[in-house]
Structure formats: C-alpha cells, structure tokens
C-alpha cells in the first residue's frame, strides 16, 4: 500500500497569514499516460464529509477560493492557504488515488493563532 | 444538485449485521464509480471500498474483505455495503463518495451514517 504521510500534525496560523501543509507519498503516484500526478486535498470542517479542493495536485476544484494552492513533484507535496480566513479552519487531508487501496494523510488541523 | 444521502447506520452487537445503502440524485448514477469511506470518532480517513460504473469490477480494504460486500442498482440510483461479522473496529461514521473518472478524484460525499458495534 501507498503510505501517505502528512506534516504538521495541527498548526495555527495568524489571520491573514499563511499556512502551509505537507505531504509526502511512500512511492511514485504520477500516471505516466497523462503525465499527472494522482494527488488531491481535502478539507474537513467539524461535524461535515470532507470537500475536495485540489486533484492532480495542483488544480483547483471549481468554486474554490484562489488563496487555496497545491503544488509538489516526485513524492513530495504541499498544499498552501495564502491569506488565512476564519472560515478555514479544519483538517486536511491529502489522498492518492493512483491504486487501491486508496490511501488518506492522516490530517493536519489548522487553527487561528 | 448532486446529493448523496446514506442511511443504515445504527447499533449493532459483534459478530452482527447492517446493511447500508446511499441514495443518489443530481447526475447520471450508471456513469460513476462510487467509494465507500470510514471515519472512526476523532480519527481519520480510512478508505473502505469501491465498485465500478457496471459493478463489475470492484476492490475491498484488506481490514474487510470477506465480510462487507459493496453493491449497486442502477435502477434505483442507489450504492450498497452489506457488512457482516462487525468488529467494535468498525465502529466510525460511513461515507459514500462519488470518483471523478474525468479527473481521477473522490469530488462528492454524503453525510455520512453512523455505525457503532458494541455490546
């Protein structure tokens, strides 16, 4: 299995300010037919499912805020919230989904500093 | 709108049964692969299963394989987890999600349903 491993475990971070999360794949998840990387975030606020904000890594799911950005190569990857807002707090998650078993990060919990 | 809404969940001994079913709405259900996913209380994500548009070609967490069965009915728009010889283990909120073959990502999930196994 692709173990997903994710850091910080929480962080908080000023308003306005921002945060950054990594994740790190145990083995190589870009899908060499489309040159993608098979990658996404999710975010996770109390008592809701998750939401998908980013897939192959680095695209933006519609809808959602331009200040939420992902990036990373290789087996390292990194998702940014460039200007935190109150309503960004949560956990996030990054998942592979380049085989089964589909695996998560275990989360990173974001507050306000 | 795409909805998905599970339904099923419940307390059940060990060694017992429960049937989950998620009913969807808002998109053509016989075009997407649908997920199974777990949250115990405080915890993380836990991928449990996946079925194919057609149902035929489906993939169980090693955690569960051979007592839950994944399922679905076109027909009714709805996904299915038969789960069998439940474990205190099991005990987490189950989502249903939609994958995306478009861009290869879970893009929407139900609220999930409640599964508590104890005695």
């Known amino acids: 299995d692709i173990v997903m491993t994710q850091s910080p475990d929480s962080l908080a971070v000023s308003l306005g300010e921002r945060a950054t999360i990594n994740c790190k794949s145990s083995?190589?998840?870009?899908?060499?037919?489309?040159?993608?990387?098979?990658l996404a975030w999710y975010q996770q606020k109390a008592g809701q499912p998750p939401k998908l904000l980013i897939y192959?890594?680095?695209t933006r799911e519609s809808g959602v805020p331009d200040r939420f950005s992902g990036s990373g190569s290789g087996t390292d990857f990194t998702l940014t919230i460039s200007g935190l807002q109150a309503e960004d707090v949560a956990v996030y998650y990054c998942?592979?989904?380049?085989?089964?078993?589909?695996?998560f990060g275990g989360g990173t919990k974001v507050e306000i500093k | 709108e795409v909805q998905l809404v599970e339904s099923g969940g419940g307390l059940v001994q060990p060694g017992g049964s429960l049937r989950l079913s998620c009913a969807a709405s808002?998109?053509?259900?016989?075009?997407?692969?649908m997920h199974w996913v777990r949250q115990a209380p405080g915890k993380g994500l836990v991928w449990v299963s996946r079925?194919?548009?057609?149902?035929?070609?489906?993939s169980y967490a090693d955690s569960v394989k051979g007592r839950f069965t994944i399922s679905r009915d076109s027909a009714k728009n709805t996904l299915y987890l038969q789960m069998n010889s439940l474990r205190a283990e099991d005990t987490a909120v189950y989502y249903c999600?939609?994958?995306?073959?478009?861009?290869?990502?879970?893009?929407?999930w139900g609220q999930g349903t409640l599964v508590t196994v104890s005695s």
């Open positions: 998942q592979q989904y380049y085989t089964t078993p589909l695996t």
């Open positions: 808002g998109f053509n259900f016989s075009n997407y692969w």
């Open positions: 083995q190589n998840i870009l899908y060499s037919s489309n040159n993608k990387y098979y």
């Open positions: 192959w890594a680095s």
């Open positions: 999600a939609r994958y995306n073959t478009a861009y290869h990502a879970v893009d929407y």
């Open positions: 079925i194919n548009n057609d149902g035929i070609s489906i």
